[in-house]
């Protein structure tokens, strides 16, 4: 291909349509079903049936080899359906899907355990569907079963397993494939606290490997993290392709922007943006600029101008600052930019930093402007939500 | 049309051939769940076919005595012992792919497997009951001859038959679940229209040449003559029988292969 790359994912185009509830469950459903496809046929590729909806509209992407892609967005947006379309598992109504290589899928990993059989049974049974040959599982056995944590429980029947244990030993299973795409659903709150961390570093291992990677999921922070690319689906189209901080900011900023509400704000808000890169480490300076103009004359007076950080994706209120603590004075009228200094004073994570226009004299938001996800990582062995800024030294003796 | 003939079948084999190793492990599974969860184990695939024949054995003999060329118990046993396996198979299959739902649903893999394993399970039971049949064959002193190398080619001939009908049932109940009932149904009425526990040529008239059409009375009546009558199988009739199973296996599979990309969709 003229020395370019090839994709390794393609979606081109593609359109899936669903039917809403089974077609049909008995012969006085089926008779009529049968008769009215025979009538008019031919409505099978285009228009919608009466009970027809579409999952995917005309939605396009491509993944290259050593990128991983972020798919966000609402429940019922077709994420799931992206997934299943890349699996094979079902086919695209229009368009065309294209995945080059071995494929990996990280889904519902515990779907093919069986109850009756032990751990050990169920690692082969399991590895067996997911496609790896049975010379490959006996090598990786002793890693997996490590991995999961169950090793002392290999030869008891999985129904006595908590279901924490299952998840696990699913979840081991499947990141021990070695694909040459991989995809990932939603799997990245399997387990305890202690076992999420693995399983994510485990995946962080997986995406360096330099293959194609397609995540799927509703922790932000963690497709922040993973991925450099991601889209945004809203019912069923793409509405957002770009980075993953910037889908990730427009996904968030469409779902809370009708928030506040004291009638037109006479300030607006259009762009904000970070002067350095959106990864610091916990404790370093962060500027964000505010882009704005005031539209009524002497607006500025009632209004002030600020930002509010969140946590992702629980959205919790972490801080917020706005320009009228500092005194400062917007313009009459116009035009202007704001720079916001920051100290990151804050444990490792993805946080969402929102551009406001605050009511002086209400003392609350008055309209929310656009966003910017700035991800924070650890500067030093700390934990904790906040970074306290440590230093240590020794007293005694 | 004749290229996409050859790439499904080139892609239905080369998939058969990269998960010959799941076909196996659910195969194993299967057989291994049903030694666990039941206490008899193995011994349902005698205990089955014994007790047709004890009850057939009494109404054939005492009831209603019919004339065999053989002891009644031992012609009617190498009539129940391919037809429990044809039976159980299909039974089996019919829920192989509603049974594993969340599987179908979730995972890619070719969903043959699950029709296919359930194949291999019957034709494992056909085995262990087999047994009883060479116990019987002792008992009766019936010899064998070197008519009974030709056993391999029946039984395979049975296999392809018994595949492709898996395949089709299977698939079919995933669409419509009446489909398991009707096929109980019709299960019991073929069994008595093959030469199961009596010669079905004693029908005759219009009915009986409707019965000589039947594959399964073909491929009985071979394991009859290779094990009992010590020859081969009438040509005619046994060729018949395999263009009959070779054409089920293909069509089947090829119907099968080209659906089943919708499958998760209708489950």
């Given amino acids: ?397 | 049309m004749f290229a996409r003939l050859r790439d499904d079948l080139r892609s239905m084999l080369r998939e058969q051939v990269e998960y010959r190793e799941l076909l196996l492990s659910v195969t194993r599974r299967d057989l291994l769940l049903r030694y666990r969860q039941t206490v008899m184990g193995f011994g349902w695939a005698v205990f089955t076919p014994l007790l047709n024949l004890v009850v057939f054995s009494v109404v054939f003999t005492h009831v209603v005595p019919i004339q065999t060329t053989l002891p009644y118990p031992i012609y009617a046993y190498a009539g129940l012992l391919p037809w429990n396996f044809f039976a159980s198979a299909l039974r089996f299959s019919m829920t192989s792919l509603t049974n594993n739902q969340t599987l179908v649903t979730r995972v890619y893999f070719p969903r043959e497997i699950f029709p296919f394993s359930a194949v291999l399970v019957g034709l494992v039971d056909f085995v262990v009951a087999g047994t009883v049949l060479a116990g019987l064959m002792i008992y009766y002193r019936v010899g064998v001859s070197a008519s009974l190398l030709f056993l391999p080619v029946v039984i395979a001939v049975q296999l392809m038959f018994t595949a492709g009908l898996a395949l089709l049932v299977a698939m079919a109940n995933l669409y419509l679940r009446d489909v398991r009932y009707a096929f109980d149904a019709i299960l019991v009425v073929w069994m008595f229209a093959t030469s199961v526990v009596y010669p079905v040529d004693r029908v005759g008239g219009r009915l009986g040449a409707l019965l000589a059409l039947n594959p399964m009375t073909l491929i009985i009546d071979a394991y009859r003559a290779v094990l009992l009558g010590g020859e081969l199988p009438a040509p005619g009739p046994f060729t018949a029988a395999a263009l009959v199973s070779v054409a089920t296996l293909g069509i089947a599979w090829l119907v099968f292969h080209r659906a089943e990309i919708r499958f998760a969709e209708n489950v």
């Fill in chain 1, 1 to 397: 291909m003229g020395g370019v790359t090839a994709p390794a994912v393609i979606f081109e185009g593609v359109w899936k349509k669903y039917q809403r509830g089974r077609r049909y469950d008995s012969v006085r459903e089926l008779v009529p079903a049968l008769a009215g496809a025979l009538l008019r046929p031919g409505s099978r590729g285009g228009e919608l049936g009466r009970q027809e909806f579409w999952a995917l509209r005309d939605v396009s992407f491509a993944v290259q080899p050593g990128e991983a892609l972020g798919v966000i967005g609402p429940n019922g947006a077709g994420k799931s359906t992206i997934l299943k379309l890349l699996s094979r598992i079902i086919a695209p109504t229009r368009g065309r899907v294209d995945v080059r290589g071995r494929m990996g899928a990280l889904i519902e990993v515990a779907a093919g355990f069986h109850p009756d059989l032990t751990g050990r049974e169920n690692v082969f049974l399991q590895g067996a569907i997911m496609g790896m040959k049975r010379a490959e599982i006996v090598r990786k056995f002793a890693e997996i079963v490590e991995f999961a944590g169950v090793s002392d429980f290999v030869d008891t029947q999985v129904k006595h397993y908590s279901s924490g244990m299952q998840a696990r030993l699913g979840f081991a299973v499947a990141a021990h494939l070695d694909p040459e795409v991989l995809l990932i659903d939603e799997v990245l709150a399997v387990g305890d606290l202690a076992f999420q961390h693995k399983v994510f570093e485990r995946l962080k291992a997986m995406v360096r490997r330099e293959i194609p990677v397609v995540i799927v999921s509703h922790q932000l922070d963690r497709v922040v993290e993973l991925c450099r690319r991601a889209v945004l689906l809203t019912a069923g189209r793409v509405v957002r392709a770009g980075t993953a901080v910037e889908c990730v900011a427009a996904y968030v900023d469409g779902e809370h922007l009708a928030e506040a509400g004291h009638g037109p704000a006479p300030v607006q808000l259009h762009a904000i943006s970070e002067a350095a890169p959106a990864l610091v480490h916990s404790g370093e300076p962060l500027t964000v600029r505010l882009q704005g103009a005031v539209v009524e004359p002497a607006g500025g007076s009632q209004a002030a101008v600020g930002v509010w950080v969140r946590s992702l994706p629980s959205e919790e209120f972490v801080f917020a600052t706005h320009s009228a603590a500092f005194d400062l004075v917007l313009p009459v009228e116009g035009p202007f930019e704001v720079a916001v200094e920051l100290e990151m004073n804050l444990g490792p994570g993805a946080y969402r930093v929102q551009a406001v226009v605050w009511s002086v004299p209400a003392r609350t938001p008055w309209a929310f402007g656009p966003s910017t996800i700035v991800r924070v990582e650890r500067a030093l062995p700390a934990y904790g939500r906040a970074y306290l800024n440590p230093r240590m030294h020794l007293l005694a003796p």
